[in-house]
C-alpha cells in the first residue's frame, strides 16, 4: 500500500513513532559518581563501571555547596518536558556539586584514577534569562540534550560554542568524546547557583 493512500493524521502518528525510537537508541546508559566524601573545597568518590570501579576526585577554588546522598539531601535531578537529561536519563541519586563561579580562569579540575571513555557532565541551573553562565571547558564539549529541569528551562537554554558552554537557565548534559584521565573548567561568570555531576557511559540503551 502506498503511503500516499493512507490518512494523514496515521501518517504523522508513524513519523512521530520513527523519530521517538531513533532518538530512544541514541540514549546511554550512564554510571554517575557516588561521591562519599568532601574536604574544604575538594571532593572523592566513585564511579561503578562494568570492568571494575574507578575513584573520582574534584578540585576547584570554590565550591558553594555539595550533595552526597545524606539525609535532608534535596533531589535537584527532576526534569520536564521536554527531558533535560533524555540522552543520558537522570543522574541517580541526589548527589551534586555546586557553584556560583565569578572564579575568571582558575581551573576546576574532576580527575578519574584511570581513563574513561567518553564522559558527560549533566547540568543543572547555568545561568538565568538575562544573565547567561559560562563553563570554559580545557577540553571540548558536545551537546546531548537541554530541556527543562529543577528550575525551568528549555531547549535551547544550553547552548555550545567551541569549547564554551553557555546556560541562561540551562539543564542538560555535554559529553566529551575520548578517552580522559580529567576534565577540567573555569567559570568566569557569578551566577546563584548551578550545579554538576559527571558520569560514564557504560552501553547504548535498546
Given amino acids: 500500500m502506498r503511503v500516499s493512500s ?89 548527589d551534586l556539586l555546586g557553584f556560583v563561579g565569578g572564579t575568571d580562569t582558575q581551573k576546576y579540575k574532576i580527575t578519574f584514577s584511570r581513563p574513561v571513555t567518553n564522559p558527560v557532565i549533566a547540568l543543572l541551573s547555568l545561568g538565568r534569562n538575562g544573565a547567561p553562565a559560562r563553563y570554559v571547558f580545557t577540553q571540548t564539549p558536545t551537546l546531548l540534550s537541554s530541556g527543562v529541569g529543577y528550575y525551568g528551562g528549555c531547549a535551547t537554554c544550553l547552548t555550545v560554542k567551541k569549547r564554551t558552554v553557555t546556560g541562561t537557565e540551562g539543564h542538560g548534559v555535554v559529553q566529551f568524546m575520548g578517552t580522559f584521565s580529567s576534565l577540567s573548567w573555569s567559570m568566569p561568570d557569578y551566577e546563584n547557583w548551578h550545579g554538576v555531576q559527571v558520569g560514564v557511559p557504560t552501553a547504548a540503551a535498546e
Wanted: glycine share 12%.
Fill in 6 to 94: 493512507l490518512p494523514r493524521a496515521t501518517v504523522l502518528a508513524a513519523a512521530c513513532a520513527l523519530t521517538t525510537l531513533a532518538g530512544a537508541a541514541q540514549a546511554q546508559t550512564t554510571a554517575w559518581a557516588d561521591w562519599t566524601a568532601v574536604n574544604g573545597t575538594a571532593m572523592s568518590g566513585r564511579i561503578t563501571l562494568p570492568d571494575g570501579a574507578v575513584r573520582v576526585k574534584f578540585s576547584g577554588p570554590a565550591l558553594y555547596f555539595s550533595q552526597i546522598g545524606e539525609a535532608g539531601d534535596r533531589d535537584y535531578w527532576i526534569s520536564g518536558s521536554p527531558d533535560a537529561y533524555a540522552a543520558t536519563g537522570r543522574p541517580t541519586g541526589v
